[in-house]
C-alpha cells in the first residue's frame, strides 16, 4: 500500500511539473508573438505574457486562493481584452493566460462548492477567453481562435464535470460506509452488553447456588455483578458516544494488546480460567488499527460463546503468535453441555459475523471441534508492516 501511494505521489508531482512546463511554453509563445508585433518598439502588446506570467503564479496557488485567484485571472484577462479592443493592440490573444483559465476552470468544476457558483465560473471563463480571442488577435484570426478556446473550455467542462462526478460519488460511498460503520458499532454495542451481561447472570446463578451454604461468600458475589454492570454501562457509553459523533467512527473499543489481557482477567475472575499468551515478535505496531480492533471482537466473542454454550468448561486456553506473514489468534477449550437459561441469551455476534468481519480486514476464520474432544477458533489476520 505505501508502495502504491508512493508511486501516485510521484506521478501527481510530474504531472505537475509537466503542466508547468507546458504553461512555460505558452508564455514563450505569448512573448515571441509579442515582441513580433511591438517590432521593437515597447507597447501595450507586453501586457499579454506580463498578464500569463501572473496566471502562472495564479495557477502555482490555486489550493490556496482558488475562487479569489480564478476571479482575479479572470477580472485582469478582461481588462487587458478591453484595452487591447480600444487601443487596437493585435498580439498574441494569451496563449499562457488562456491555459491557466481552463486549467483553473477544472479545479473550479470539482472543487468548489455550492455547484451554482462552480458552474457560473465556468461561463465567466468562457466569456473571457472568448473575449481574448476576439479583441486581441491579429485581424482575421478572431473566428478560429474563438473555435479553438471553445472547443478547449468544452473539454475542460467535461473534464471538470466528470471529476466532480466521481468525487461525488466518492462522497457517497464514503457516507455510506460511515452509515454501515455506525450500524456495526450498534451491534457491537448490543454484543458488549451481551458479554457482560452474561458474565452477570452466571454470577447471579453461583450467588444464588452458594447462599444457602456459605452466606458470607454471597457479598463478594454481589461486588462482582455490580463491576460487570458498571463495565457494562461504561461499554454502552463509550460505543453510544462514537454513534453521535460522526467524525469519531474509528473510536472503537478493544484496540491494543493490554485491552485484550484486561479482558481475559475479567473473564477469568468470574470463571473459567483462560491461559492467555503473546508470543514474541507479535506487536501491535505490526498490526493495523482495524485488525487490532477485530481480534478484541474474536476474543472476546469466543469467550463469550465458552461461557454461553459451555458453561461447564474448566480450562480456556488462548495465545497469540505470528504465523505465515501474520499473527494467528488461537482459542480452545474442552466441549461441555450448555445451560438452556444462558443459552436463551442470543448469540449476538455469531461464528457467520466473525468469518466475515475476519475476512473483512483480509484475514481467515476456521472454528469447529476436533479429535481431541475441544472446540477450537482459529483466526488469522495480515500485517500491516513489519514491526
Known sequence: MRKTQRIASWVQRLSEIALVCWLGLLLLVDTVGSVYRAAGIVRGQFLVPLLGLLAVGTYLLRRRFRVEGFILLAAMSAVVSFAAGFLNWQGSPGFAEAGVLLLLTVGVLRWVKPLRLALVLSGVSMVVLQMAAGLRGPNGTEVAFGFLFFVAWAVAIAIGGYLRYQL??????????????RLELARELHDLVAHHITGIVVQAQAAKTVAAQKPQAVEPALEAIANAGADALTSMRRLVGVLRAEDDASRQAGTTFADLRLMVEKFSAAGPQVSFEIGQGVTESALAPEVLTTLHRVLQESLTNIRKHAPNTWWVQADLKAADRGVL?????????????????????????????????GGDLQAGPTHEGTWEVRAWF?????A
Open 168 to 181: 461525488e460519488r466518492r462522497e457517497e460511498a464514503v457516507h455510506a460506509v460511515r452509515r454501515a460503520e
Open 329 to 361: 489468534l488461537h482459542v480452545r477449550n474442552p466441549r461441555s453441555s450448555s445451560d438452556p437459561r444462558v443459552s436463551r441469551l442470543g448469540g449476538g455476534f455469531g461464528l457467520v459475523g466473525m468469518t466475515e468481519r475476519v475476512k473483512a480486514v
Open 382 to 386: 495480515p500485517l500491516e508492516r513489519s
